[in-house]
């Protein structure tokens, strides 16, 4: 499937298929999960992230039975159709964003995804604490769907970012690798 | 005679707590300590008009001036936060000058507009904590602050600055 492709179902599905749920509602349940994640972890935002892409991949898990279901969606051929997928017809679906596909590594086997807009982090500002802006990674709930969803589909991806524009980088980027094809005799989840 | 500017813009908290206050030009100087004394006493005014207020608007508008020199506006957001704007009318003395005439009713709105929505987003940080972070509750974030300062140095009277900064922050926040 093209790129082109990708972008038309992606436009498709969400207009058509998807109960939309107001912006700031989503931002700031997100924001007091994190916040409240600091607090309980006393700001060690090391734990913090771990316990982040813990809760996306469980979120992953489910939510890819989800998205199967509202784009009919096949199986992709490789590698860069998946990460196409993911760009165009995965974010765009829930959260009506498409960052894009780039930096690809010559064996195709990792990417970079480049968020010019994430709805997660409006308002935010991390704390002026001299470590947060060097540790944690505000949305890191998202490598972690993107690692449970993609496992359900029998693909290991270590998913993890390497800029953040709240940290002052100049783009938010996460960095997505395929680890291994997991084969079909392995029940998914067990490692 | 120079036209009016911003020379102070303060926010102060339901519980009439300093949040922030910006002074203009920014760099510290014994004015202050002076912006200071002007915006406490604003309070007092807060207080005296608010049973008289039914219209349910939140623009106080002229609070008091001082020897034609110097006028503080206020406006006060449903949850009790009370932003004001001291003007510095730049009359300096001369009686036929236009000083007290400078700032038409409402012309203001706009920067009160621009400041509330900044004050929203604000509030709206995860990591924003209304009291917390020492130092009796003063605002320390540099988002925040820059905002106050690009609106009250962008003003100018006749709805240009002012006007405009609130259009562009309201859509970020609808946005």
Redesign the interface.
């Known amino acids: 499937m093209s790129a082109t492709k990708a972008a038309r179902v992606g436009e498709d599905v969400w207009k058509t298929r998807i109960d939309k749920v107001n912006a700031e509602l989503v931002t700031l349940t997100y924001g007091s999960i994190v916040a409240q994640l600091c607090r309980d972890f006393e700001g060690d935002y090391l734990e913090v992230n771990k316990q982040l892409e813990k809760m996306g991949y469980n979120i992953g898990l489910r939510l890819i039975e989800d998205f199967l279901a509202k784009t009919n969606m096949g199986k992709c051929a490789n590698f860069r159709e998946t990460a196409e997928t993911i760009a165009k017809v995965g974010f765009k679906v829930f959260l009506n964003i498409t960052p894009t596909v780039t930096n690809w590594t010559t064996d195709n086997k990792q990417f970079s995804l480049i968020f010019e807009e994430n709805p997660l982090a409006d308002f935010v500002e991390l704390p002026d604490d001299g470590r947060a802006q060097n540790e944690l990674w505000y949305s890191n709930m998202l490598c972690g769907v993107l690692r449970g969803a993609l496992e359900m589909v029998q693909m290991q991806v270590d998913a993890h970012f390497v800029g953040d524009i709240l940290r002052g980088n100049e783009v938010t980027e996460m960095r997505v690798t395929l680890v291994r094809i997991i084969d079909d005799e392995l029940p998914p989840g067990e490692d | 005679m120079s036209t009016p500017r911003i020379a102070c813009i303060a926010l102060i908290s339901r519980n009439n707590s300093p949040l922030h206050l910006h002074p203009f030009p920014s760099s510290p100087s014994p004015a202050t300590l002076k912006y200071h004394f002007l915006t406490h006493a604003t309070l007092d005014v807060f207080a005296a008009r608010l049973p008289l207020k039914f219209n349910g608007d939140s623009d106080f508008g002229l609070l008091y001036s001082i020897d034609e020199e110097l006028a503080a506006y206020g406006w006060l957001t449903n949850t009790g936060v009370k932003i004001v704007v001291i003007i510095d009318l730049g009359g300096g003395g001369g009686g036929g000058s236009a000083a007290g005439l400078g700032v038409k009713d409402g012309e203001l709105k706009g920067v009160f507009r621009a400041l509330q929505t900044a004050y929203i ?1 604000l509030v ?5 904590e209304e009291g917390g972070g020492g130092a009796g509750g003063v605002v ?4 925040f602050v820059e905002e106050v300062r690009r609106i009250g140095e962008g003003w100018a009277p006749g709805g240009g600055g002012g006007a405009g900064a609130g259009a562009v922050g309201e859509r970020g926040v609808v946005g």
């Open positions: 987003r709206c940080n995860p990591f924003y320390r974030s540099r988002r």
